[in-house]
């Protein structure tokens, strides 16, 4: 997920008005929020909902669905392949957008089969880019409207709203594709939502429960800003494995909150990279913190009771601003692998995984560069996923953004497998699939079903507004199945991430809220 510049234009907020205002919009608002109801100002009150069923989404399929292909019996794939779990965050692997602090994409967890799909969908009013889900099973995300940001915790197979909070409302015109300033966020080890806020600060809200009815509390609100160079965004905020918070701007600038970050007052240092960054980051479990910068991969750690640089690795760069990029840059976030990797893209033409060793002391840092999709059409801005040695990377070029226009958000097909050797000496380029077509879905992959899972506009939809879930094998990349999802502006997912969730459905944030698959019974 990166951040992208693309403003609303006029006619789809006209659309998305009304949707989410008017007569219209009080019909399709959930629990009666979409005017502001049930959400209060960005002050940290907490507002309750009462529990009502949220609306469905225009557009969106609802009931059974269409099966293309055939149902899938599962085939786990690499299924010894653990994430340590971060001592700082929720359980693996529903923390954050990226699943655990690797940020590995993957699931030990089942996903759906295609028996008998179920589908259902979730108006929020708002691109709700990160799904994470509570040992009790409730879902927490963050939505970006233009009614303005919200929280939301929602009892996901009922798909009801138990509470809201506003978060500060983003100045200007909307942009849905600025993740910035609430689009990262993580549940921490207590299952608070920690949300690196518009204003500089990074929010710490926890759910409570009282007499059966939930409300969100705030924490406290980690004084951040007092160090962001003006103009500056958070763009995403994690612990480190000592438990220090640690954040990146959208200017570069990197720090941590030192021990207790919650208190009052608690210090916080920081150190300008000079580049900016569009992207999250990963933790590993001994200390180190891997930022990728337009630039560079970099390795930080807290040394001395500052953030310091442990090593910078610079990557291929042609230089071109691609379609469906707003720099020319990686358009992932840092993946750790198993042996002790960490995976980017560069922005080379083609496109190439790169493969480097974490360790500060490595005599080679880079395993390897491997080429995937072709010239001149190639871009990724979703990261890795990886699965015991193999890595999968997806291609977004050509998208545009979202549009009601007569065409509609193309983008190449793409999808490829990169394995890193056993003896760590290179990498192989295992298969790639250039026919299914993934605009900007945070793809996801579960090792348990052996399926990757995305969401894809169909071959044939030259207006671009039809919208579909797929799975393809994880070992041969060929397609098992489509189910149509629906179709509209609202059923874009527009750079959200997808999510395996514990009961086994899927959801996947879109325009309009998220929409969910499950298996029927």
């Known amino acids: 997920m990166r951040q992208f510049r693309w403003m609303v234009s006029l006619s789809l907020m006209a659309a998305l008005t ?6 219209k919009g009080e019909e399709a608002a959930p629990n009666g929020s979409g005017s502001g109801a049930d959400a209060v100002d960005g002050d940290g009150s907490s507002a309750v909902a009462v529990g009502r069923p949220i609306a469905a989404i225009p557009g969106a399929g609802e009931g059974s669905g269409s099966l293309i292909g055939a ?17 700082f965050l929720a359980a693996n692997p529903w923390s954050n957008i990226h699943n655990d602090g690797a940020m590995s994409d993957s699931y030990t967890t089942a996903g759906p089969l295609g028996v008998r799909p179920q589908l259902q969908s979730a108006s929020l009013q ?26 939301h915790l929602v009892e996901p197979s009922g798909l009801t709203l138990l509470a809201s909070l506003a978060l500060p409302a983003r100045p200007g015109p909307v942009d849905f594709s600025n993740f910035g300033g609430g689009g990262y966020f993580f549940l921490d080890a207590q299952e608070r ?14 759910a409570v429960e009282e007499a059966g009815v939930w409300s969100w509390r705030v924490v406290t609100k980690v004084a951040t800003d007092a160090v962001l160079p003006a103009g500056d965004t958070l763009q995403s905020a994690l612990p480190d494995s000592a438990g220090r918070l640690w954040f990146v701007s959208q200017q570069g600038l990197v720090g941590f909150v030192a021990l207790p970050y919650e208190a009052e007052g608690a210090a916080i240092e920081t150190l300008a990279l000079g580049e900016p960054v569009a992207n999250s980051f990963a933790v590993g479990s001994d200390g180190g913190v891997f930022v990728a910068t337009t630039a560079a991969l970099y390795r930080l750690e807290g040394s001395g009771g ?5 090593w910078r690795e610079g990557y291929d760069n042609s230089g071109i601003v691609k379609p469906s990029q707003v720099s020319a840059g990686t358009g992932t976030t840092p993946t750790l692998m198993a042996g002790g990797y960490v995976a980017i893209t560069d922005n080379a033409d083609p496109m190439q995984v790169v493969v480097m060793r974490q360790a500060a002391d490595a005599a080679v840092r880079v395993v390897c560069e491997v080429a995937v999709f072709e010239a ?27 549009t009601f226009g007569a065409v509609g958000p193309q983008s190449l097909g793409g999808f490829a497998r990169v394995d890193v050797s056993a003896d760590g000496g290179g990498c192989t380029k295992v298969w790639e699939n250039r026919t299914v077509a993934a605009p900007s879905v945070v793809a996801k992959v579960s090792k348990a079903t052996g399926l990757l899972y995305t969401f894809v506009r169909p071959a044939g939809d030259e207006a671009g507004h039809n919208w579909s879930w797929a799975a393809l094998r994880a070992d041969t990349g060929a397609v098992v199945w489509e189910i149509p999802a629906g179709s509209g502006t609202f059923v874009n997912n527009h750079y959200a991430g997808l999510a395996l969730g514990p009961d086994g459905a899927a959801y996947l944030g879109t325009l309009g ?3 969910r698959l499950a298996d029927g019974r």
Not at 126 to 151: E, H
Request: a negative charge; one cysteine or more.
């Open 18 to 23: 009304a949707c989410t205002g008017g007569e």
């Open 71 to 87: 149902a899938w019996t599962a085939a786990p794939f690499a299924a010894d392949d653990l994430v340590a779990q971060h001592p």
């Open 126 to 151: 708002g691109d709700c880019a990160t799904m994470t889900f509570r040992a009790d099973g409730l879902l927490a995300t963050v939505c970006i409207g233009l009614t303005g940001t919200k929280l």
């Open 193 to 206: 939502a920690v949300i690196p806020a518009i204003d500089g600060r990074v929010w710490i809200v926890e």
């Open 306 to 310: 500052r953030p310091a640089v442990v």
């Open 376 to 402: 001149g059409g190639s871009a990724t801005e979703n990261s890795l996923i990886a699965a015991g040695r193999s890595l999968f990377v997806e291609n977004n070029y050509g998208y545009t953004g979202p």
């Open 513 to 515: 809220g998220f929409v």
